[in-house]
């Protein structure tokens, strides 16, 4: 609305008898082009901070792909470390050579911050698509079937949930072994009762509105109905809590990590590395900080950038 | 509208009965057997073409009859019969087709429309729904020319229903309902969410759109005089029951029924001695629940004229007190109210 009449605005001030015709030409050919999605890129793009997070999001993915070709080059390998020159190597102070300093082997930290990238954002994205997708299902059936489905799935999301999180991951672990993979999955599978409640509550309240029954009065199919009205109107929660799940995942894969149950040395993992770092926290402090700042800005990224899905996914919110 | 009542009827409501546990969940509504008595016992006919209104105060089960008849919810028991089929008994392809010639039109303009859809969207949903316009062009067309008739811009079509006013939006709602040209529109209180002079434009289209196709309406509302502005015939409903049904003249001209009365007296009349002279009927106190009716007559708890007769037994049948002109009550007489009938 508020875009057509600025533009509509602009047009007047440069012609006046163009404005109808060509306001009106706009207004048809525009029009197949918008969608829910269209319209939710333009609000987000005028959302700061939410861009600020999307780019440096952007920014670490491409920084961890592209890795092999550039990094062992220049900053070294981030697990092997050479006995020959590993005394005067190691634990040096950040440096135009080591950006980030050097561990006690002697290895670049910026280089396994780098490594460690890829394994922590691949755990944050695995693990919450994995939650997500059992979340969906389990939350939309107990919403909208209810009844015995409900009861069912919301008692077990309430056992699951009923344990402590990351104590549970380790347990799970401790069964199936750990290993970078049985991080993605423990971590996959254990999220899914809190995607599942967001979900269950979003549906139950769009279920009650009076469009999903004039769809059903018009006779459109159960399937009809969850992907074209509930679906869409309930999405925009799970968008969210999906991308600051993320930040979660990535945490937890840094204390799993760092409690020794998650990536196995010597395997960069920022967890590891703080963990590796925190004895020398007094003299060599960029050996844990480095690493810290690391999971802090990508966590916070998708904070924000989830934050900003809120507001964006909003129909009504007008376009300011 | 004799002429209309002839042959079969398009609708036919026969003992219609509806009731909810009081406690869901699947061992609770086991556990307490207590029932909101809904709808109880109703019966109807509704021939082609002609508006059936029904009014009653909130919480009668006007809306929740509209909603049974179109299965939004399973009745208890009582036959529907929609062009000669009972939609009870329907399975879901025969359901489907049903819903292609029985439509709804929803009390708030705010919650019936898909707000991440556009109106374009939305009139043209029951038409993918039951492939009617498997072109998307002529059928973009013909959404267009539904918006040109309902009185909406058709350029508007890409605009989401937020961009709207509610009148505009209740608009909409019509024009899809109108979409599948069905035989019947259930109206639940189509106009009470909106202003009073956007009232009056919604139903002149009502009734336009009406003598266009030849749609029947079952036309809910707890407004007397919106009903009288677009009904053929009009029922009373109280507490779940059918208390009076006749055409529309008769039942403002002689209510028969004491609650009927009550009810029109009720009315403002817009000339000013009138409603200086006129006597109105107060009714004293609430209706009662409908988890526990009361034993007999369900009004002869508020009821002036109530007797002895009246709180025990049975409800009183709903008899044919003059033809065409039926009202359940022991003591239907009569009692014409100064100004309840104005022909417009």
Request: charged letters at 20%; hydrophobic letters at 45%.
């Amino acid at each position: 609305m508020a875009t057509e009449s600025k533009k509509d605005m602009e047009t007047m001030t440069e012609s006046q008898v163009k404005v109808e015709a060509s306001a009106q030409a706009e207004d048809l050919s525009a029009a197949p082009a918008r969608t829910l999605w269209g319209d939710a890129w333009k609000r987000l793009r005028k959302n700061k901070l939410a861009i600020f997070g999307a780019i440096w999001i952007i920014f670490m993915i491409l920084v961890a792909l592209t890795a092999d070709l550039w990094v062992p080059q220049t900053l070294g390998s981030p697990t092997e470390a050479d006995s020959t020159t590993m005394a005067q190597m190691s634990r040096l102070a950040p440096s135009a050579e080591h950006p980030f300093g050097t561990d006690t082997l002697g290895r670049d930290v910026l280089c396994r911050v780098i490594y460690g990238a890829r394994i922590s954002l691949a755990v944050g994205v695995l693990a919450t698509a994995i939650s997500t997708l059992i979340g969906l299902v389990m939350g939309a059936l107990a919403a909208y079937y209810g009844g015995i489905w409900d009861t069912i799935i919301m008692r077990l999301a309430d056992i699951f949930l009923a344990f402590p999180y990351t104590l549970f991951v380790i347990a799970m672990l401790a069964v199936i072994g750990s290993g970078i993979q049985n991080v993605f999955v423990a971590i996959g599978i254990l999220g899914w009762p809190s995607i599942a409640r967001v979900f269950r509550s979003a549906i139950l309240s769009v279920k009650e509105n009076d469009y999903v029954d004039a769809a059903r009065a018009m006779g459109a199919s159960d399937f009809r109905i969850i992907a074209r009205h509930i679906f869409p109107n309930s999405v925009a929660s799970i968008v969210v809590y999906a991308t600051m799940n993320i930040g979660g995942a990535i945490l937890t894969e840094s204390a799993l990590s760092y409690l020794g149950m998650g990536v196995v040395p010597p395997d960069p993992s920022w967890g590891i590395m703080i963990q590796d770092g925190q004895t020398y926290l007094a003299t060599q402090p960029w050996l844990m900080l480095m690493p810290g700042l690391a999971i802090l800005t990508t966590v916070l990224a998708f904070t924000l950038l989830g934050d900003g899905l809120r507001d964006a996914l909003d129909v009504k919110m007008k376009d300011a | 509208m004799a002429e209309k009542n002839q042959g079969a009827p398009l609708l036919h409501v026969e003992h219609l009965t509806k009731e909810f546990p009081v406690e869901a969940g699947v061992f609770a509504s086991r556990m307490n057997k207590k029932r909101v008595h809904a709808v109880e016992d109703v019966s109807f006919d509704i021939y082609p073409g002609e508006t059936f209104g029904l009014v009653g105060e909130s919480g009668c089960g006007k809306s929740t009859t509209g909603r049974t008849i179109m299965r939004l919810t399973n009745p208890t028991s009582g036959k529907v019969v929609f062009d000669g089929k009972d939609v009870a008994k329907m399975n879901k392809k025969e359901l489907k087709e049903m819903r292609r010639n029985m439509q709804f039109i929803f009390q708030d303009p705010y919650a019936s429309l898909n707000p991440r859809m556009t109106i374009g969207e939305i009139v043209s949903e029951p038409l993918q729904i039951h492939n009617v316009m498997p072109d998307a062009k002529e059928r973009l067309e013909y959404v267009r020319s539904l918006l040109d008739i309902v009185g909406l811009n058709p350029e508007h079509i890409n605009r989401y229903p937020h961009e709207f006013s509610g009148g505009q939006r209740q608009r909409v709602g019509i024009a899809r309902a109108f979409a599948l040209k069905p035989k019947l529109i259930i109206c639940d209180e189509p106009v009470s969410a909106l202003d009073v002079s956007i009232q009056a434009q919604v139903l002149n289209l009502l009734s336009d759109l009406q003598k266009e196709y030849g749609t029947a309406y079952l036309f809910i509302a707890h407004d007397l005089s919106v009903v009288q502005h677009i009904s053929d015939r009009v029922a009373v409903m109280y507490l779940g029951h059918m208390m009076e049904n006749s055409d529309w003249k008769t039942l403002y001209d002689e209510p028969h029924h004491p609650y009927t009365q009550a009810l029109l007296s009720a009315v403002p009349v817009p000339d000013p001695d009138v409603q200086r002279s006129r006597k109105r009927i107060i009714l004293k106190g609430d209706p009662p629940s409908p988890i526990e009716p009361p034993a007999g007559c369900p009004f002869h708890t508020r009821c002036p004229i109530a007797q002895d007769v009246c709180a025990s037994g049975e409800m009183p049948e709903l008899r044919e007190v003059k033809p065409g002109h039926f009202c359940a009550c022991h003591f239907a007489a009569p009692n014409p109210i100064k100004g309840a009938s104005v022909e417009l």
